[in-house]
């Protein structure tokens, strides 16, 4: 049971690529969120999905774009990076609203941009 | 808007001794509360969730919190750290569909 997959687990970025950071889940689950973490700042949520089709923002959306065309995947598009972004990016996943459910995580992708 | 507040970022026991990580909310709308635990280089893990009934919640690996509406506070307790329980911790607090993390508290167990 694979849970929540995130690729890559590392990468470098020079300041101005870009980049795509993929999520996918295999537990049919609707909601699915993108979060960073930052030392000592907790996660901050980035955006979410209610369901195929549909995403909105989270409370640090800017400098970040999200898709959702399937129930499985939620890939995160960097279309400028910046040092600021630099930042471990974590997906989860849950069955209904996270006000009552539990959030699966993965394991995090750790971005460095130089 | 929700908002949490996880007092200390790093705590230190031995091992066998209690273990207290504090964590206090705001929310305008009932809260749910969940606690969350991280290994090194891991996602995060539920631990337990207080959504409504009993405040005494019970969740995995012996931990336990509960939660005080007068207080605003939902801390997680286990009687007896074991070195495995080495880890950071996050509160988190949710409400109409907005989740809000704590900055998270570093547990080491000393032998």
Redesign the interface.
């Known amino acids: 049971n694979a849970g929540v997959t995130q690729t890559p687990k590392f990468r470098i970025l020079k300041i101005g690529q870009s980049m795509t950071l993929q999520c996918t889940q295999d537990m049919n689950h609707n909601y699915m969120y993108w979060y960073r973490q930052d030392p000592g700042m907790g996660l901050k949520l980035i955006y979410y999905s209610v369901g195929a089709g549909i995403t909105d923002k989270g409370e640090v959306p800017n400098g970040y774009n999200v898709s959702r065309s399937t129930t499985e995947d939620f890939p995160l598009r960097l279309e400028l990076a910046a040092p600021s972004q630099t930042s471990v990016y974590f997906c989860a996943s849950s069955y209904q609203d996270l006000a009552k459910n539990i959030q699966y995580f993965g394991a995090g992708t750790r971005l460095s941009v130089l | 808007a929700q908002s ?1 507040t996880q007092l200390g ?1 790093h705590v230190s026991v031995s091992e066998g001794a209690l273990v207290l990580l504090r964590c206090n909310y705001s929310s305008s709308v009932p809260p ?1 509360l969940f606690w969350y635990v991280q290994y090194p ?6 631990l337990l ?1 207080y ?1 409504t009934g009993a405040t005494l919640v019970k969740g995995i690996n012996g931990f336990e919190a509960e939660f005080k509406k007068s207080e605003t506070s939902f801390h997680l307790t286990k009687p007896s750290a074991h070195m495995s329980d080495a880890a950071e911790y ?1 509160c988190a607090v ?11 508290t570093r547990l080491t167990v000393k032998p």
Do not use: C, E, H, I
Request: hydrophobic share 30%.
């Open positions: 949490v970022s749910y280089n891991q996602g995060l893990q539920l969730k959504t996050f949710s409400g109409n569909n907005d989740m809000r993390f704590g900055a998270g």
